[in-house]
């Protein structure tokens, strides 16, 4: 079976390679694809404080991607964990999912912060934040995985 | 362009159409197609408390996808909002993204709690919930998306 998807719009960013950290250093908007999307489709996102857009990581190697497991970013002083244990951008379907600060909308384009995507990533949905859909219950997670966030966003 | 996908599992539910509310009340898990994956794409799922998981709304007649505004779930006592401002499955790529909890691996299995799929749906991603991916800064919704969770999960 295979899935075939659209891209609704892509990213315009200051960053235009990819790097591990700070991604809070650049300036991000999202634009929607003029010829298939009018203003109505973000009308009211202004009225949440987050959205997730999920992207594709469209200049992964599909020969680089992992589908067993690694140690993240390659670092030995972290386990080594199956793909779907970890975020890396080198993953099955290269997808990636980011919850970032709405700023504002400028007719169908989307202005946010701490949105993880270079300039010219293909973006596949943007969706509100709903408290609704946070985890529920106890969270917890391994130190690597506060570790690898030190320096990520700023 | 055109960005083609391949699942990397299915999702097992004891929920078989798609209805609205209630989803706690199910029995979830992904099979990786074990074709492509092995117990190790899965290592150290388990330390993780909550994953993401992306998958496709299957069923989905593509003829009913909204790509202007609407009322979410047609309520007319919510307002109307664009696609890209609400969560329901008819929207452009029929992309879902749930945060669930982790229950436990079996082999090429995850068993998963509040997962808001149906039985044969597609799944495109797993990744595991970090703490550093959670919406930074204040929160804020409008009261309509208070109002459509209330009987989302129990």
Redesign the interface.
Known sequence: ????????GYVRSTRKEATDDGWDAELVSIALDAA???P??????D??????V?F?CHLVDAAKVE???RHPRGNPDW?????????GKD???R?A???C?VLRVEGTV?HVA?LDAIDGT?V???????????????????AW??A??QD??S
Chains 1, 2 share one sequence.
């Open positions: 079976m295979e899935v075939v998807l659209t891209p609704i298939r999307f009018g109505d489709a973000l009308a009211g996102v009225s949440f404080s987050h959205v997730e999920i594709l589908t067993g497991a386990p080594r964990v199956g793909i779907f244990a970890q975020r993953r099955p379907n997808l999912s980011t919850v600060r989307l701490g293909p596949l949905d943007i969706k509100p934040w709903m408290d609704g859909f946070s985890p529920r219950g106890m969270r917890r997670q391994p995985a506060d690898i966030m990520y966003w």
